[in-house]
């Protein structure tokens, strides 16, 4: 009896450590692909950036030719994380970013908000953008 409770308290263990390391590491892909994403912003990669848009809405979010040569009249000064929000049982997280933005040609500078939206794609294990990348001009 004893050796059946050993047995069945390993397996348990075992299981409880198998479900804390899938969490773990869709804690540690969302971390790494906001990372490569900020640092691809960063430091103006945005066709690089595109490449983490989630491949069914990459076509509709994905920026034009002339608007990937709207980007490269900006320098991206910072990216900073004001604010973090994640949903693990949805596969859902935001972010919400503050932007420094300089123009090129007038090297004067602004502060963009943003919201980054991402989704968990379970079968691939990665983390895609969502919301498409940061409207510089808001609509302008």
Not at 10 to 38: D, H, V, W
Not at 58 to 72: D, H, S, V
Not at 83 to 112: Q, S, W
Not at 128 to 137: A, C, M, R, Y
């Amino acid at each position: 009896m004893r050796l059946l409770k050993f047995v069945l308290l390993s397996c348990l263990f075992a299981l409880a450590l198998a479900g804390c390391q899938t969490t773990g590491t869709q804690n540690n892909k969302i971390t790494e692909q906001q990372y490569a994403y900020s640092a691809a912003i960063r430091w103006g990669d945005f066709e690089g950036a595109v490449n983490m848009i989630k491949p069914e809405l990459r076509a509709k979010l994905a920026p034009t030719p002339m608007q990937l040569e709207r980007y490269k009249q900006i320098q991206v000064s910072g990216y900073n994380d004001v604010g973090t929000e994640m949903d693990k049982t949805k596969g859902t997280a935001v972010r919400l970013i503050n932007i420094g933005v300089i123009n090129r040609h007038t090297l004067a500078e602004r502060n963009v908000r943003y919201t980054e939206a991402w989704e968990w794609d379970p079968e691939v294990k990665v983390w895609w953008l969502i919301s498409g990348l940061p409207d510089f001009w808001e609509g302008q």
